[in-house]
């Protein structure tokens, strides 16, 4: 077995969802877990209370969202929008202080055409090979400061998807591959209905992407338990850590090597954990 644990936009609201409830539930799974867990983190991290506009900005010091999710143990997270609030350096000084690849394969460097941050990494986990890919919502231009994003460009996520997937299928030969989007559904995931978004959400035309396996998205802050779309398994667990989403996936070794032979999943309550 392994497990996915998704959050997006966790800011510490103690009577909503925070860190320290999300620690608390990771680690029963860990305790209880049959295989492997990785914990995985959607976007929008960096922004989102007073509190961290004086951490960032006035004191200069260490992210505290960044030091709690090194604490917990994130295996990666998805660059987000809100990342750019308090602009690049701060961004910067951040990743270089979390000790997980903040991943997205659509920021490009506007010089060169080449992602600005990591657009994947690859986990080793008893002998499976799990791609994570990271994507952004393009819209950030519309939204962010110029000086903000100075020498980047939003590329499309459906086509960085489609460039890279190759790479973790063929290189990379992951047998398992989950892309961690910082987008919500253009379409609603239940229905298809079209919800007049699409300038910024992506992820009904990212589940499309051959070799997807898993989609955890975020951003629009909805409450979406895990469902399928065309074999994709997708989920986004609400805001400010209230949620976390669980996905067990079963894994089956054979001559073509590993397959999910099946899965289960829901979106867990972050204050439900056993104390």
């Known amino acids: 077995h392994g497990q996915v644990l998704p959050v997006d936009d966790t800011r510490g609201d103690a009577h909503k969802g925070s860190l320290a409830q999300v620690a608390t539930l990771v680690a029963e799974i860990r305790a209880e877990a049959a295989g492997p867990v990785l914990v ?3 976007g929008d991290a960096l922004q989102g209370t007073p509190f961290e506009q004086f951490a960032h900005v006035r004191w200069g010091e260490p992210s505290p969202m960044i030091a709690a999710m090194n604490r917990i143990g994130y295996a990666a997270m998805a660059v987000g929008n809100h990342e750019f609030n308090f602009g690049l350096e701060v961004l ?3 990743e270089a202080q979390a000790g997980f690849p ?6 490009l460097n506007e010089a060169t055409g080449e992602p600005a941050f990591p657009p994947y990494a690859v986990h080793e986990l008893d002998g499976l090979r799990v791609g994570l890919l990271g994507l952004t919502t393009p819209n ?8 903000h994003y100075r020498g980047l460009v939003f590329g499309d996520p459906e086509e960085a998807a489609r460039r890279w997937l190759p790479v973790l299928r063929g ?16 379409r609603d995931p239940a229905s ?13 035309r990212i589940a499309q992407v051959p070799g997807i396996d898993v989609l955890l998205t975020g951003h629009t ?3 979406i338990p895990p469902l399928t779309i065309g074999g994709v398994i997708v989920a986004q667990p609400s805001s400010r850590a209230r949620r976390l989403t669980r996905i067990d996936l079963d894994l089956e ?8 032979a099946g899965w289960q999943g829901e979106n867990l309550e972050t204050g439900t954990a056993a104390t």
């Open 92 to 94: 910067r000084r951040a």
């Open 171 to 186: 290189d990379e030969r992951c047998d398992v591959v989950i892309a961690l989007a910082h987008t919500g559904f253009e």
């Open 221 to 223: 802050h909805r409450d």
């Open 40 to 42: 995985l983190d959607s």
């Open 102 to 107: 903040m991943l997205s394969a659509n920021i």
């Open 253 to 260: 070794h054979g001559d073509a090597g590993w397959r999910i």
């Open 140 to 147: 950030i231009p519309g939204w962010e400061l110029p000086e």
């Open 192 to 204: 298809g209905e079209p919800s007049g978004t699409a300038h910024e959400d992506y992820g009904w």
